[in-house]
């Protein structure tokens, strides 16, 4: 599917080479959304600078060696030099029925595919994900869905917190309630959160106990078959809640994405010995560091990176960069996303700069970090219960339910749901209500989670674009024709029905810059703005009672077109699209 602004960028730099010469060829056409048409070219104002003339005489030379083709309908000077372009209505109904017609609605995959790792989520074992873990699951999720669509081999990464000194006293606790409790479903163990927090009351309470533990790291560590059995044991007891919550959420996690700093513990030895040869590990103050340049404290000292701390155990500085060294030289990834909250910005820095030191990362093999923003309450502080605690996921989620339900019934339907299909299509809307008010802001900002707004049927909303989509099925249920019968052909009269297929148009553009930048809120955006136009078009331009069985195909047409885009883009979202609403 063309971006209208790449094609008319193309034509103009068409121009500027027949007009001043080959060298121009290459400069920015500067195409920028336009009042006065559809777009507006604007590289004649810098240009006459460079060339000693006159704006507004640049643009004329630019017009008259502009190929329009079938692509431009009218071309405007205006102003000092803008030049207005307005795209042909047959080249947008075209395009329009060529997206409508292809699987994939026109939108090409990556010139050069890359092996993408998006790491993600990362909750702890045997803690329960918190609303802090809502942000990295979902926007990560919508990331993976994003580069996986454009065509790129995406690796996704649960890099959950499987390792440490506190699996010493998880044990231990869970061998004194009995290793039967895991295995039937106690709620002792699986209630997560009650089973940490009583195992670390008896840690600072109880020296026996704390002893006990010290010692279960110790073989932990070693690799002690037992200890490691019985580690499993808190492992699998998670993963079942993970699994719980990503299905919940519709995310696409699954046990074979889990890779725990476990799974690097085997690689931290020789990482660090291949840092000390290559010189960039030294020692001060008795630990291994390495210094990366740029990075300095408030003293103006340099900042260091513990690779190894003085008494010999490794951090997670040490993780990860044995975690890069592996998916370089392993996995042998082109490009590294870390979806992780904004805090850990300079860690990031610093692992990165140490990377590029050891030669793991350079210019064929990037990793970023995908900045993620806090939560919010609706005081403006980080979102916490009424006592001052962390809201669990869970329970944030079952309110979401119950809220959306109350919403749900209090709006009028075009037809009746039994009790089954309510719930199902209640659990939709509050899952995208959810998701949608996250991922419709930038990523790396904060955001004010008011259950109020997120779960309006009106607005910028997940369960406003649930209902356009809802709304163009209803219209073929009534039309008595299949989506897929809708073939048109488009042909476009009125302006809404204009508008509409123009911002059609926009998708192939708006996922490849998503997906360059790991910024799923552009894709959200964009939908949202389609669901606009739809609107518009809805409330100008009647479908089963347009004048005209050639209009009525051809609105059809551009409803399944809408339909369609709507849907795969709330798919790669992660938004649920109930058929009916």
């Not at 046990?255 to 660090?272: C, H, K, Q, W």
């Not at 044995?322 to 860690?347: C, F, K, N, W």
């Not at 849907?567 to 938004?575: A, C, I, K, R, S």
Request: glycine share 8%.
């Amino acid at each position: 599917m063309p971006d209208p602004q790449l094609v008319l960028a193309a034509r103009v730099q068409a121009a500027l080479s027949a007009a001043f010469g080959p060298s121009y060829a290459d400069a920015d056409p500067v195409i920028r959304p336009s009042q006065f048409a559809d777009l507006q070219a604007n590289v004649a104002l810098p240009l006459a600078k460079k060339l000693g003339r006159k704006p507004r005489d640049v643009a004329d030379e630019i017009v008259k060696h502009l190929d329009t083709g079938d692509v431009v309908a009218n071309v405007e000077v205006s102003g000092p030099g803008f030049i207005n372009l307005t795209l042909s209505d047959a080249w947008i109904a075209g395009e329009a029925q060529r997206a409508l017609e292809d699987e994939r609605l026109a939108v090409p995959a990556a010139d050069a595919p890359q092996k993408v790792v998006v790491e993600y989520s990362s909750p702890n074992v045997a803690k329960e994900m918190h609303v802090g873990h809502l942000r990295t699951t979902i926007v990560g999720d919508a990331i993976a869905r994003i580069l996986a669509f454009l065509g790129h081999d995406v690796v996704r990464d649960n890099h959950v917190g499987d390792w440490g000194t506190p699996f010493g006293m998880l044990i231990e606790h869970l061998l004194d309630l009995g290793e039967d409790a895991a295995a039937r479903g106690d709620s002792s163990v699986s209630d997560l959160t009650a089973f940490y927090q009583a195992a670390r009351e008896k840690f600072d309470g109880d020296e026996e106990f704390a002893d006990r533990s010290r010692k279960r790291v110790v073989a932990l560590q070693a690799g002690d078959p037992e200890t490691l059995r019985l580690w499993n044991v808190l492992v699998d007891v998670s993963k079942k809640y993970f699994n719980a919550v990503y299905e919940r959420l519709g995310v696409t996690l699954t046990d074979d994405d889990i890779r725990g700093e476990s799974f690097y513990n085997d690689l931290l030895a020789p990482t660090v010995q291949e840092l000390e040869e290559k010189g960039i590990a030294v020692v001060s103050d008795g630990a291994l560091c390495a210094f990366p340049p740029g990075f300095k404290g408030r003293d103006g000292e340099p900042l260091p990176v513990i690779i190894r701390k003085s008494d010999g155990g490794y951090n997670y500085s040490t993780t990860d960069l044995a975690t890069i060294r592996y998916r370089v030289d392993t996995e042998h990834v082109d490009r590294m996303i870390y979806v992780v909250g904004a805090p850990q910005s300079l860690h990031f820095q610093m692992v990165f700069a140490v990377a590029r030191m050891a030669g793991w990362l350079n210019d064929e093999v990037k990793a970023e970090h995908a900045q993620i923003g806090n939560v919010l309450g609706t005081d403006g502080k980080i979102l916490r219960t009424r006592a001052g605690g962390t809201v669990k996921l869970a329970e944030l989620l079952d309110e979401a339910v119950e809220r959306a339900g109350a919403v749900f019934d209090e709006i009028q339907h075009d037809e009746p749901f039994d009790d089954e299909t309510r719930e199902a299509i209640v659990q939709d809307v509050a899952i995208g209500a959810v998701k949608y008010a996250d991922l419709s802001v930038a990523r790396d900002s904060e955001y004010v989670f008011d259950f109020d707004r997120m779960i309006s049927f009106n607005g910028k909303t997940g369960p406003y674009l649930q209902y356009a989509a809802a709304r163009i099925r209803s219209i073929f249920r009534k039309g008595g024709v299949s989506v897929e019968d809708a073939t048109g052909p488009i042909t476009l009269g009125h302006p809404a029905e204009r508008a509409l297929a123009l911002e059609l148009l926009g998708l192939g553009a708006v996922l490849k810059q998503a997906g360059d930048t790991a910024e799923p809120h552009r894709l959200a955006s964009y939908v949202y703005a389609v669901a606009d136009a739809y609107t518009s078009f809805y409330e100008n331009c009647p479908v089963l009672k347009a004048p005209d069985e050639a209009t009525k195909a051809s609105r059809l047409a551009l409803c399944a077109a809408t339909l369609r885009t709507l849907e795969t883009g709330l798919h790669l979202l992660g938004v649920p699209t109930p058929e009916r609403m």
